[in-house]
């Protein structure tokens, strides 16, 4: 059951601190260490008996690990992969795969064979190792992407980490990951932050508040999401970010072309097929829906 | 218990069958019949007790009623009100109310004092009378929008039935309601129809929406929502959802500019403004959140 004697966690919010809480409900490692740039949830961890110890600097953190993990903002990844010696198993939870390579390239010269860029698909607008949950990446996908020089056996102990931890991984290239989120994760969450903040700039914001109901209930919710968090993931995916952002607004005009004109059949055909691929979609992944 | 001793429904979809099926639990009618222009769901509604007949035609549906609920597409509705006498207690479920009284005094010459205009906040991505919920109201907010001349009594009956039914009754003005539904629950329809669209016109869209996690999920799920329906609200409620939709657009924009000139300050401050509004909003409304 012990797959690691000593497993490194740096960055201890909500996704450090699941990955920390589900390895210890699995009895996976001999020892689970964390550090964390602000100390407070550190203690919180160790009482929880979510780590086993807390680490004052990342230095000690990762002395002896068989594996660290990172989970920190993206913008955040270079400064950390200082500390780190490249000779050891790394991975990351980061939402921008090609920053993290670049960061690699930056540190190391070249991504190191021990490194497995990964990306959990779960999460949660709630953040702080106080809102760890052992079972978040249960029946969630997990996206590594591995190069052609990946260390074999690095990468099997990466993805046997995942899928011990109850998820399904599936492998792809930086390239495709970046898009793929652009589109599914980065402009939703982007959507959001705008669709809250331009209510909140309404006269009497609150009392709009109260009459949101349903879909916009749930989408808002994901505006409560770390600020830090999400500048660093649009920033980081910049590019991929804008051009998915694009083709929604030309989208988006077009139906607000079919409103003004009082085109009802051209919005119905518009609304139509998207609630086409929306039940297509759903159909095909109905044990989540 | 029997407040009423016929109500008539007419439009048996998701909304309209609920009101059927909570009044039927909760005792208040001595007789349930509803008319709907697709006949199916009125056999469905009758084995399962929802209502208690069907009617063949609007005037045999309302004929003898002493409530009248129509729960149809907002722009269906000027065609209903030609079946129904002026002197019956009338109330609605259309979430554009402007549309509402421009149809009663194209039909009437004037909005009949016994008619409460109404909107439940409350709906779901499924439709038809087979979703139905004699629950769907409970803890859910209820607009009425009457006017000077409304018939006191014929509000309080109307008041009164969607508290049985367990929904908090507020009173505002049509044009209020309109502007706000358009900010809370028009707008985000219409983001989550044109996001979806878009997502699906990519290449491998399936491949792209299994990627779909979290607050995306939850968002994408309202393009699953009734489209003639939609397309009606859209319509009716044209200049308020496009002047709530520009504003929307500006605010993109502006982070849309943000982004591309690296500007992680202001980007961050952006997002931690929304996050504030929502976590705000969230405190005063944690009973449901």
Known sequence: MRVFSRVAIVGLGLIGGSVAAAIQKRKLASHVVAYDQLGGGLDLAVKRGIIDSAAPSITEAVSGADLVLIAVPVLTIETI???????VLITDVGSVKQHVIDACETVYGVVPKTMVPGHPIAGSEKHGVAAANADLFEHHKVI?????????????????????????????????????????????HLLAYALVDTLSAQGDSMEVFQYAAGGFRDFSRIAASDPVMWRDIFQANGPAVIASLDRFLTELGDIRELI??????????????????????????????
């Open 81 to 87: 992969l200082r500390e780190i010696p490249p000779d």
């Open 144 to 188: 590594l992407t591995p190069n052609a020089d990946t260390d074999a056996e690095s990468l099997e102990r990466v993805r046997s980490l995942w899928q011990d931890l109850g998820a399904t991984v599936v492998e792809m290239s930086v390239s495709h990951h970046d898009e793929v989120l652009a589109q599914t994760s980065h402009l939703p």
């Open 260 to 289: 003004i004109a009082g085109d009802t059949a051209g919005l119905e055909a518009a609304l139509q097929r998207a609630k086409a691929a929306r039940d297509h979609f759903s159909k095909l992944n109905d044990h989540r829906d």
